[in-house]
């Protein structure tokens, strides 16, 4: 028997109940939090999108694993265990646990990054980034132009430009580029993926000349579905066999196991060469833990060794992706301008062309993430110029894109919780005018996004007085 719509392939076995609430009880809470979403109280949160990391829900045969962890310091079996996940599905010989992914970005930046080195990527991810940065290298941009444009429908808008890569070691020198460092899927491109074709193309062209490929595999097995998808010729194979191919191209890979992995913590560091895996052991001792836990319970290296071999799983995968589709084109239907196509694990609202009147310095996707907390409930992350930061000369940095994210959990929402997020943001892109401007009042030195504080832009320009009294949001609809 066939059927034209699919449903989530599981059943609810545990519910956790979800608080309502008002929406004079949303506007104090946003100001509290100084109009950053993730400074909000969950427990203020109806419908939480802030992120897929870490907040997937877990089977129940993840559940059970848990309870034969074992826990001992060194030598764990549950180390034994997630090696042989990670050894098969990914096909890395050297498997070093770390707490989350960003342990994993941190050991290996210090490992292969001297100061002075340069590392090119397809677009950059924060903690990624930061992490080039602290160990004294400077990361260059080299994804292809489409990804930074929010209407081009390009396949593979994770795809690297060759001859930006090319001109990148002409410029500086084989030898300070350490590795090239490429996302699957990208994230702050909208969760685009990258083609196979492409990563065989950067393989063919960095190997002679001996620079690595370091594969950022938090969402790999998303990227294999859309190359499934849309990659000719490999329509008819399994996403674990693609996922396969694509670590076959890397060097190594750096991992969080809160995205892909369908675990609420951990990450792991994967390594072929022999020696570069030996610094990293050395190293993770410093900063993580031992070698055979890194930073994780014995019951965490469990949940993610189960969780790795679920994530590949067809029906799991078609589903998750098919769910984040779903979302997005009821959004586009309705004419609301988001990133096309679709990502994997989130869609992206256009927040510059959703509200136009907003000028750039007053943050018009942190402003829009916080109007849709008030309206509704549901919590969006900004993903623009807050995101970014600022550049060597402390200015703020402008991408091209200024989106907001409604990121889907896995596992966690029902195709009913979809229907509720298309009809909110639906209602704020209606009375969209009425959405004013933010003002950065504190500003933390590192990932500024995370803790930053706002007010609404007191001084206004083409609003009503009436406006200008009353502040921003408490205009936002009734
Ligand atoms: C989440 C993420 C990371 C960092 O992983 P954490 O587990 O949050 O430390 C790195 N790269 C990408 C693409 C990610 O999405």
Not at 74 to 93: D, H, I, M, N, P
Not at 120 to 148: C, K, S, W
Not at 316 to 328: A, C, D, E, F, N
């Amino acid at each position: 028997m066939t059927h034209k719509s699919w449903a989530e392939p599981w059943r609810i076995k545990v519910v956790e109940p979800l608080r309502m609430t008002t929406r004079p009880e949303r506007e104090l809470a946003i100001e509290r939090a100084g109009y950053n979403t993730f400074l909000l109280d969950a427990d203020d949160v109806y419908i939480d999108l802030l992120t897929d990391s870490g907040t997937s829900a877990m089977s129940d045969r993840q559940w059970s694993a848990m309870m034969i962890g074992d826990e001992a310091y060194a030598g764990s079996r549950s180390f034994t265990k997630l090696q042989g996940a990670v050894r098969r599905y990914y096909g890395f010989e050297h498997v070093i646990p770390t707490h989350q992914g960003r342990g994993a970005e941190h050991i290996l930046s210090r490992l292969l990054i001297k100061p002075g080195d340069h590392i090119p990527g397809n677009m950059y991810f924060t903690t990624t980034r930061a992490h080039q940065e602290l160990a004294g290298g400077t990361f260059h941009d080299v994804i292809i132009d489409e990804a930074h444009d929010a209407d081009s429908e390009h396949e593979f808008k994770g795809n690297i430009d060759i001859s930006k890569l090319r001109a990148l070691i002409d410029e500086v020198g084989a030898s300070r580029i350490p590795y090239v460092a490429v996302a699957a899927t990208v994230n702050m491109a909208g969760g685009q993926p990258i083609s196979l074709a492409n990563m065989r193309e950067v393989r063919e062209l960095t190997r002679p000349l001996g620079i690595r490929v370091i594969l950022d595999g938090a969402r790999a097995v998303e990227n294999a579905w859309f190359i499934q998808q849309r990659e000719p010729g490999q329509g008819r194979r399994l996403v674990a066999e693609i996922l396969h191919d694509m670590c076959a191209l890397a060097d190594g890979m750096t991992m969080s196991a809160k995205k892909d992995s369908l675990a609420n913590i951990g990450g792991w560091l994967a390594l072929r060469d022999d020696d570069i895996a030996e610094g990293a052991r050395n190293l993770v001792v410093l900063y993580e833990g031992l070698h055979t836990y890194g930073g994780l319970a014995g019951r965490d290296m469990e949940a993610i060794a189960v969780g790795i071999e679920e994530s590949v799983s067809e029906d799991h995968i078609r589903s998750r992706i098919g769910q984040v589709i779903y979302l997005g084109e009821k959004l586009m239907d309705a004419g609301i301008p988001i990133v096309r196509p679709i990502g994997g694990h989130a869609v992206f609202l256009d927040a510059a062309a959703m509200l136009p009147h907003i000028p750039r310095d007053q943050f018009p996707a942190q402003a829009l993430a916080a109007a849709l907390y008030v309206e509704s409930g549901i919590r969006s992350m900004e993903r623009g110029a807050v995101s970014a930061g600022r550049d060597e000369k402390g200015e703020n940095r402008y991408p091209a894109l200024e989106l907001v994210r409604l990121t889907i959990p896995r596992r966690v929402y029902t195709q009913a919780h979809m229907d509720i997020v298309a009809e909110s943001v639906i209602e704020i892109f209606d009375i969209r005018e009425k959405v004013t401007g933010l003002d950065i009042v504190y500003e933390p030195a590192h990932l500024r996004f995370f803790q930053a504080r706002f007010e609404p832009v007191k001084r206004l320009v083409g609003t009503t007085p009436r406006a200008h009294a009353i502040g921003s949001l408490a205009l936002v609809g009734e």
